[in-house]
């Protein structure tokens, strides 16, 4: 078996890190979680922790930016659907499971983000994930209205803005108060803010 890299043991070691992070995160929140309690999930010392990020803060903003990553992967996976029939059926498709691990993160970022209002620093590092997703977000709805020769009602980076909002708001709700909604309102919703047709 080969040897691995000094690189390679390095992005190893951090990968560990994150996924020890978001467990230690997920089960204590932002602020009462400590880098001596992630580097121990990992096994690994606090220097570890801090020879691959520089805080806490910087630590959760890399486990947020691999949550982001796999959320926008799942979404380009979804924007493949050729019908809005398929689509629907596919965002219907998601389970309790998944959505409950979502509902766990969106319980994070809200911690975050009201650390960030009051973190100038924190906050412009939100802002540019945000204007990063809805770009994204953004070029995706454009590329679907285009294959469907439609055209979006309001720019696509404004209807990108309006489904993260939707995301959000519906989230907290589901936390608010569990089995008020449907699962299915969720999908729904994106349908009609995202889907051509």
Do not use: C
Request: overall charge neutral.
């Amino acid at each position: 078996m080969a040897r691995l890299t000094r690189a390679q043991r390095r992005e190893q070691t951090r990968e560990r890190l994150l996924d020890a992070a978001g467990r230690v995160f997920a089960r204590r929140g932002f602020h009462a979680a400590s880098v001596d309690e992630v580097a121990e999930a990992a096994g690994y010392t606090k220097g570890a922790v801090y020879s691959n990020f520089r805080s806490k803060e910087e630590l959760f903003l890399a486990l947020l930016d691999r949550r982001l990553a796999g959320q926008l992967e799942q979404v380009e996976a979804l924007y493949a659907i050729g019908s809005s029939e398929e689509l629907r059926a596919a965002m219907h498709d998601r389970t309790e499971e998944e959505l409950a691990e979502a509902r766990d993160f969106a319980v994070l970022i809200v911690e975050f983000w009201l650390y960030a209002m009051r973190h100038p620093a924190a906050r412009a590092e939100l802002a540019t994930r945000y204007r990063q997703l809805r770009g994204r977000l953004g070029e995706l709805i454009a590329a679907r209205h285009a294959r469907h020769g439609t055209s979006p009602p309001m720019p696509p980076e404004h209807l990108a803005a309006l489904a993260l909002a939707t995301d959000a708001g519906l989230f907290l709700q589901y936390l608010a108060e569990p089995g008020a909604l449907p699962w299915e309102l969720h999908g729904d919703a994106m349908i009609r803010l995202l889907d051509p047709r």
